[in-house]
């Protein structure tokens, strides 16, 4: 009798691109499914984050690259508003003021809601005070991007100006991609500068509040 061998045939199918041919001795060669990994990526992310990046990613799935817009920092917003008002360039100080802006100037008994009434006020103070005076920044908050806190004075001719010392606080967000102001306040040095009579008075409020707390409301 004889006996005839036939050759063993295996088919390789190119289409299974997650099989890969595997030799192991005791069960005989044989094809080995691996795993498939699934990596899902949102179709769209728009997030502001704290290093000030604004990332954008194309709605369409086959699309690989991601478009990543720099925010300017909140600091340097406030740095480009004061060198606007100090060139008298109210333009430029324009868009760093988001349009439902408040801005408290200390000085005045209600605050600047809009950024319309805002610009008029600066319009007002820049057209009523020499070139020469300028403000300068003496320290400037760098690590928040939405809150910025300044210690300021101003300059006449490059010398300090008396009674002009201020701190200032701004609050910012971001609309349409650009970081604005919608929260500002400065309060300024006095001129009169009562000392102690400050504590009396104080000290006099509070004992009036106290046996009156109805005048509260008042204030």
Not at 27 to 49: F, I, M, N, S
Not at 117 to 132: E, H, P, R, T, Y
Not at 155 to 183: A, H
Request: a positive charge; glycine letters at 6%; proline letters at 5%.
């Amino acid at each position: 009798m004889t006996i005839h061998t036939f050759p063993t045939f295996h088919l390789y199918q190119p289409h299974l691109k997650n099989q890969a041919f595997q030799d192991d001795s005791s069960k005989g060669r044989q094809w080995v499914h691996r795993k498939r990994e699934t990596v899902v990526t949102p179709l769209l992310t728009a997030d502001c984050t704290s290093s000030n990046r604004l990332v954008r990613r194309s709605n369409n799935p086959t699309a690989v690259a991601s478009t990543t817009v720099q925010l300017e920092s909140a600091s340097n917003v406030v740095r480009k508003f004061y060198d606007g008002i100090n060139r008298r360039d109210l333009a430029s100080v324009e868009d760093l003021i988001a349009l439902n802006c408040v801005y408290e100037d200390l000085v005045f008994p209600r605050p600047f809601v809009g950024r319309k009434a805002i610009l008029d006020f600066f319009k007002q103070f820049v057209g009523s005070i020499s070139i020469d005076l300028q403000f300068a920044i003496d320290d400037i908050s760098e690590e928040d991007a939405s809150a910025v806190g300044v210690t300021w004075h101003l300059d006449w001719k490059g010398k300090p100006f008396p009674f002009s010392r201020g701190c200032s606080f701004y609050r910012l967000d971001v609309f349409n991609g650009q970081r604005q102001i919608i929260y500002g306040r400065d309060c300024v040095e006095p001129a009169i500068k009562p000392g102690d009579t400050a504590l009396v008075a104080i000290r006099g409020v509070t004992w009036l509040l106290q046996k009156f707390p109805f005048l509260a409301d008042r204030f």
